[in-house]
C-alpha cells in the first residue's frame, strides 16, 4: 500500500492544493494553446511524472488534431537503474512520444579517460564540465526548434529556485513553463498517490531530487530537498547545487 511506503507517507496536500492544481491545469493549457512546439523536460523525479500525466490527461481533454507536446529525458549515462526502469515503462506506457538524449560520446569518453570517473567530485570546475557535457549540451539539441518547454521546477526546492515563476519569459528565444512552482513537496506525492502515478522507486528511498548516479544520495530528516546533490560541494552561491540547465554557469 502506498501509505505504507515513503512516498505515502509524505504525500500530504496543503490546504489550497485543489487551487494549486486548478493553476496549474490553467497554466499548462494555455501552453499548449500557445504554442505549436513545446516541449517537456523529464528527470523523471516526482515533479516530471505529474507534469506528464496532467499533460496526457488533457490531450485526452483538448481533443486537438495535433497535440503540441512531447516529452524528453537526459540520459547522460550516468544515470540510476530505478531511474531507467521508469524511462523504460514510460516509453512503453505513455500517449505522449518521448525524446531521448545522450552525450557526444566522444567527449564523455574522453572526459572519463583524461580527468577519470570521478572527476567532478574533485573540483567544482570540473564538476560543471563534467554536467555540461552530459546534460548541458544534450539539453540544447533537445530544445532545438521548440518555442516553449515545461520543467518541474519548485519555488520550494532550494532558496536558488524561490524566485522562479510558472511563465517565464527571460530568454527571448523560448519560453519556459514552471507549472508547479508554488506547489510542496506534499502536494507533488498527494497527487501521484491519488492518481496512482507510476513514480521513481529512489523516491521511497528518501531520494526527493533525483540526478546522476555519482551525484546524488539520500537525504536525512531536516536536511532539504537538493541537499542530496554533489553533496560534497559548498552550497555557498547560487549555482552551487545546480547543473547549468536552470542557472547559468
Known amino acids: 500500500m502506498a501509505s505504507l511506503t515513503a512516498v505515502g507517507l509524505q504525500a500530504n496536500a496543503s490546504k489550497s492544493f485543489a487551487e494549486k492544481l486548478a493553476n496549474t491545469k490553467t497554466v499548462l493549457k494555455e501552453a499548449l494553446l500557445a504554442h505549436s512546439r513545446i516541449t517537456q523536460a523529464s528527470s523523471l523525479g516526482a515533479e516530471d511524472v505529474v507534469i506528464t500525466h496532467l499533460l496526457e490527461s488533457l490531450k485526452a481533454e483538448l481533443g486537438l488534431a495535433r497535440f503540441p507536446a512531447d516529452v524528453f529525458v537526459l540520459n ?22 518521448w525524446r531521448v538524449f545522450e552525450p557526444v560520446q566522444e567527449q564523455a569518453i574522453q572526459f572519463v579517460k583524461t580527468r577519470g570517473e570521478l572527476a567532478m567530485r574533485e573540483s567544482l570546475d570540473l564538476r560543471k564540465a563534467c554536467c555540461h557535457i552530459r546534460k548541458v549540451e544534450p ?102 547545487k545546480e547543473c547549468g540547465l536552470h542557472v547559468k554557469a
Open 76 to 97: 547522460t549515462g550516468k544515470l540510476h537503474v530505478e531511474t531507467l526502469a521508469l524511462l523504460a515503462n514510460s516509453q512503453a506506457t505513455s500517449t505522449l512520444t
Open 139 to 240: 539539453l540544447g539539441r533537445a530544445l532545438d526548434g521548440y518555442s516553449a518547454w515545461m520543467t518541474g521546477m519548485r519555488a520550494e526546492q532550494s532558496a536558488a529556485r524561490a524566485n522562479v515563476h510558472a511563465v517565464d519569459t527571460t530568454d527571448a528565444k523560448i519560453t519556459k513553463y514552471n507549472p508547479l512552482v508554488d506547489w510542496t513537496w506534499g502536494d507533488v506525492l498527494h497527487y501521484i498517490v491519488e492518481n496512482n502515478v507510476p513514480y521513481n522507486a529512489l523516491h521511497d528511498k528518501f531520494y526527493p531530487s533525483i540526478g546522476c548516479e555519482p551525484c546524488t544520495r539520500a537525504v536525512s530528516l531536516g536536511e532539504d530537498f537538493r541537499a542530496g546533490r554533489w553533496w560534497w560541494e559548498n552550497a555557498d552561491g547560487v549555482s552551487a
